[in-house]
């Protein structure tokens, strides 16, 4: 149901359930964990592509419940988003169809989400019965509380042109041609330095944490540091 391949310092992740939408069951949220932390130190990229017309559904509603009960579930959650977290590349989801729950999630995570202008978005928990407790927890990343609160309690679906005006995504492309458009991106990064593509990315995820005032500063001794060490 998840498949990987690696060619170089790209890997590419592929949902491979397209017969019940790329929903997770828990078996997949252990196969995508494992691999996420061995690509750490392997691959530089990672692409995230789905099998079939949606990208994910989010979590398998209808999976039988696991021996641990909801902690080993939640506990599988968990360790995915702490992979794509500690992962130092570029991770690049190439959204389609529909994209609900941990699947949007997915994309949150990712650094890029390139997504078909015909897409279709929904955080769909608390129509569920429950709270998106994981989604929460990086959606502000993303979204200003107001928005966020209003996507997650609504439950509403809405379309590609409305998550890139938000920012829940980087940009659409056609949908005949996203995989294509995608592929070229791809392309891009892994001609780039790599170092400067961490770099970057670690940069942006640090420098958010710092006060305004202190950025010059802090920018001065960094890019003194990697020009020392790198060139």
Avoid: W
Wanted: aromatic share 8%; hydrophobic share 40%.
């Amino acid at each position: 149901m998840i498949r990987y391949e690696q060619d170089g310092k790209v890997g590419r992740l592929y949902l491979q359930r397209s017969s019940h939408a790329n929903a997770f069951t828990s078996e997949m949220l252990e196969r995508v964990a494992e691999l996420m932390e061995s690509a750490k130190n392997e691959a530089d990229i990672i692409a995230i592509h789905a099998v079939g017309e949606d990208f994910s559904v989010g979590r398998d509603r209808g999976e039988p419940k696991v021996a641990g009960g909801p902690y080993d579930t939640f506990k599988k959650i968990s360790r995915v988003n702490a992979a794509f977290s500690d992962f130092p590349g570029i991770i690049i989801s190439a959204v389609k169809g529909r994209i609900y729950g941990f699947g949007l999630g997915i994309a949150m995570r990712s650094d890029v989400a390139i997504a078909a202008d015909s897409s279709r978005f929904k955080l769909d928990e608390v129509s569920l019965g429950f709270p998106p407790m994981f989604l929460m927890e990086v959606i502000l990343d993303h979204l200003p509380a107001k928005r966020a609160l209003d996507l997650i309690i609504s439950s509403r679906e809405f379309g590609a042109d409305e998550a890139l005006e938000m920012g829940l995504i980087s940009r659409t492309a056609r949908a005949p041609a996203l995989e294509n458009e995608v592929d070229e991106f791809v392309k891009l990064l892994a001609s780039r330095n790599s170092n400067v593509l961490k770099s970057c990315k670690a940069y942006l995820k640090t420098i958010i944490e710092i006060p305004t005032s202190a950025r010059p500063n802090y920018a001065l001794v960094e890019q003194v540091q990697f020009t020392s060490e790198d060139h």
